[in-house]
């Protein structure tokens, strides 16, 4: 990093989305470790492969670390090197020979006096013939195999020795590397790299002593060129102490990075939105049910937030049902009531059609204040729009994507509630931040984040840790678990016979088309066809048809007849996986289910069991199974509570995945594992408060260690 201030043109968030001057940047003068010197020097071509393997600065080099190690400590007699594993032996050359039976090959005998070592090289040049000539002596690093013509070793290392050549004193670093950098060539740089970088400790001794870390010095030394006697598998399985520093480094740079930008929110303004109860009394007269205690509690604390002079940012996680809509609408009326401006925002047209139906119902005069702003509008209605916004006399937008663009301008904005946040970009809801309070310059509008997707708790302490949570974990009462069935594509009959008594009961069904990921138009046509064929399997009910490329129109309207069951069966792509709202709905199909993830399948299946009738899902899928989509079907056969849910996900696709759009502006973790180190995440936590509190030299010094120069667009 350099000590100048950084330019802003090296900010892309700043770039991109016209940020407040405001927004958290740390003083970059006061650090004291200057980790991420160039690579100077070296061609052009090595810097091209170095940044294949994510390097870009001497410190890249200090923390690529060995993927196992070779042990090149010990020399054993050919006879007696230990079996099923690398060994180093040396013998002299008796014979070398290119051989052309049963393939082309060199093949070099060597012998030590215990026993004779047959070489096998496939790739290899003429050249070598020369150099391994009879009476050369070689020390040579592989497996032995004690095949039909003796001991052999298929393409193993070697080395010419000439005179006393001494055994390797630590073990040998295997990197992850790419093409055209070899292992020599990548271990000299980082020998350089090891040498010439401050690898002085970023953290007193105090937080380090009572988790048993080593220094970080002594930690990467070790890891880049252990010691004979290291325990190889300890190493191997990250368990080492030195892994386990590293680790909690990392872990700590996302602490301290996340908590830092928590705290700087608090400095930038927002409009104070005390409860004033003229408008949220009333919608609480309205509504038809009472609150679920979860839902009161989750509505206290962002009844609080918002009441505080700075910019709230709290996510509201809750299973698909539980009941976020309501919430966000009290929350609404709360910003009303100041005589503030909301925007709601959902991904898709069919989710912000909901929530603007929903706020329509619970508005006493929907007319006046809420107004709609999606990408299907007419001119005409889209200019009206715009100037009610603009003119402060839409209190309330609802729309997609279309709310953050340019052209609109808000009176005075002071809630962003977005819904089903993670399917947003970093830059969308930057956006939409930036839109401003107006009448208060500098000040932002708080924000309320909904999602269905239950984050794990590890994940929430770390990727999440600069928002605040707030947990609907209880369900309205009068729900029916949704049974799930996992029924073989042989057996497509019984499903249409299901869904026959099911529509004739009275009750309505969902056919899920399958996901192709590979091509929408794919994706269309097979939805196309199914509906066809549905359509004749059923002629004696109505089957509807509702997909990602119809438009927004005509996706209303086969909404609304199912909604009021003019259609009882609908085919759907899985744009029905958020937001649709038909308690009459009992039965839900889907195809090859066997190709859907963990999380789309909860969500699907939470379309289903909204009303008081018991409910279904069936998961047809396509035989034979792969091992991990056999895993998957049963994870969602077993669990219905969706955090259970989201943590098989986690555990088996990793956090990039749930992360989505987040991960656009935080790095993911490189060494460790949300799964097996919680106990780190744990201490890295605790340590974050100490340093944040205690120690500030040392948080700079570690964050421009870890982080460099991108700690400062970590956050939106
Ligand atoms: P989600 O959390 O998935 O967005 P919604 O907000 O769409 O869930 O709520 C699902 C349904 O439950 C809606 O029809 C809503 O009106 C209803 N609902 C919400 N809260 C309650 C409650 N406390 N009691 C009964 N029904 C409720
Ligand atoms: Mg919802």
Redesign the pocket.
């Known amino acids: 990093m350099s000590s100048q201030a950084p330019s802003s043109a090296k900010r892309p968030v700043a770039g991109a989305g016209g940020v407040n001057p405001r927004t958290p940047i740390l003083d970059p003068q006061s650090t004291s470790v200057n980790p991420h010197s160039s690579l100077a020097g070296l061609s052009n071509s090595t810097l091209t492969r170095l940044a294949k393997l994510g390097i870009a600065s001497k410190f890249d080099l200090v923390l690529h670390l060995p993927l196992r190690y070779d042990d090149e400590t010990r020399l054993y007699p050919i006879s007696g090197a230990p079996a099923g594993q690398a060994a180093l032996v040396e013998g002299k050359v008796v014979e070398c020979d290119i051989k052309y039976r049963p393939r082309r090959q060199l093949v070099c005998h060597i012998a030590d006096g215990s026993g004779v070592l047959t070489l096998r090289f496939f790739n290899f040049y003429t050249s070598q013939l020369k150099q391994l000539a009879a009476g050369t002596r070689l020390r040579v690093f592989g497996e032995i195999r004690h095949g039909f013509f003796g001991a052999e070793m298929v393409h193993p290392r070697y080395r010419v020795v000439h005179g006393d050549l001494p055994v390797s004193r630590s073990l040998t670093p295997i990197y992850p590397t790419t093409a055209g950098l070899n292992q020599d060539a990548l271990r000299r740089l980082i020998e350089r790299a090891l040498a010439e970088c401050d690898l002085g400790d970023t953290l007193p001794d105090a937080v380090l002593a009572p988790l048993k870390l080593p220094r970080f010095r002594e930690a990467v030394l070790y890891l880049h060129n252990p010691p004979p006697n290291a325990a190889q598998k300890d190493l191997a399985e990250g368990r080492h102490p030195a892994w386990r520093r590293v680790k909690f480094d990392e872990l700590l740079a996302q602490q301290l990075s996340m908590r830092l930008h928590y705290q700087r929110r608090r400095a930038v303004g927002a409009p104070a939105l005390k409860l004033r109860g003229t408008l949220t009394r009333a919608l609480f007269e309205r ?6 205690r979860a ?1 009161r509690r989750a509505l206290a604390q962002i009844q609080h937030d918002l009441a505080r002079p700075y910019p709230m940012q709290r996510l509201l996680q ?11 609408a009290l929350a609404a009326l709360q910003c009303m009531e100041n005589g503030y401006q909301v925007a709601v925002m959902a991904p898709t047209e069919i989710l912000a059609e ?1 929530h603007y139906h ?1 706020f329509a119902a619970w508005l006493a005069d929907p007319a006046a204040d809420l107004t709609w702003l999606a990408g299907g509008l007419r001119k005409k209605e889209k200019e009206q729009a715009l100037a009610a916004v603009a003119a402060g006399k839409a209190m309330i937008a609802v729309g997609t994507h279309a709310l953050f663009q340019e052209e609109v301008r808000f009176h005075n904005l002071a809630l962003a509630i977005v ?1 089903e946040q993670h399917r947003f970009g970093v830059h969308q809801r930057l956006a939409l931040r930036m839109k401003g309070t107006q009448p208060t310059p500098g000040a932002q509008p708080h924000q309320l984040m ?1 999602s ?1 997707t239950p984050i794990p708790r590890t994940l929430a302490m770390s990727y999440y840790a600069d928002l605040d949570v707030s947990v ?1 974990d209880e369900m ?3 729900r029916n678990p949704v049974s799930t069935r996992l029924v073989s594509e042989a057996r497509r009959d019984e499903v249409i016979r299901r869904i026959r008594d099911a529509c004739i009961a009275g009750s309505q069904a969902y056919w899920v088309c399958p996901l192709i990921e590979e091509s929408e138009a794919l994706q269309l046509k097979t939805a196309l066809a199914t509906y066809e064929g549905l359509q004749r399997t059923f002629p004696e009910l109505k089957v509807g048809l509702v997909h990602g490329r119809l438009k927004p129109e005509e996706k209303s309207r086969v909404m609304q007849a199912f909604q009021e069951g003019a259609i009882q069966l609908l085919v759907a792509t899985t744009v029905i996986e958020v ?1 649709v ?1 038909v ?1 009459n709905a009992t039965l839900m199909v889907i195809e090859h289910a066997e190709r859907m993830g963990l999380s789309q399948l909860h969500q699907l299946r ?1 379309r289903v069991g ?1 009303g008081a009738g018991r409910s279904t899902c069936i998961l047809l899928y396509q035989n034979p199974l792969t091992a991990a989509a056999r895993e998957r079907l049963k994870i969602i056969f077993e669990n219905h509570d969706g955090f259970e849910v989201a943590r098989h996900d986690l555990r088996l696709r990793g956090p990039g995945e749930l992360l989505g759009a987040r991960q656009s502006g935080v790095p993911l973790l490189r060494f460790a594992d949300l799964s097996s180190d919680v106990d780190l995440l744990e201490a890295a936590r605790k340590a974050a408060d100490t340093l944040v509190r205690e120690n500030a030299p040392a948080v700079r010094a570690h964050l421009a260690r870890w982080l460099g120069e991108r700690h400062d667009y970590l956050k939106v």
């Open positions: 509504l038809p049910f009472r609150l679920t839902q809750g299973d698909v049902g539980s009941g976020k809509t309501v919430v966000a909901q929903k819904d909904m269905a609907i309205p009462p009068g937001g709202d308690t939470g909204r």
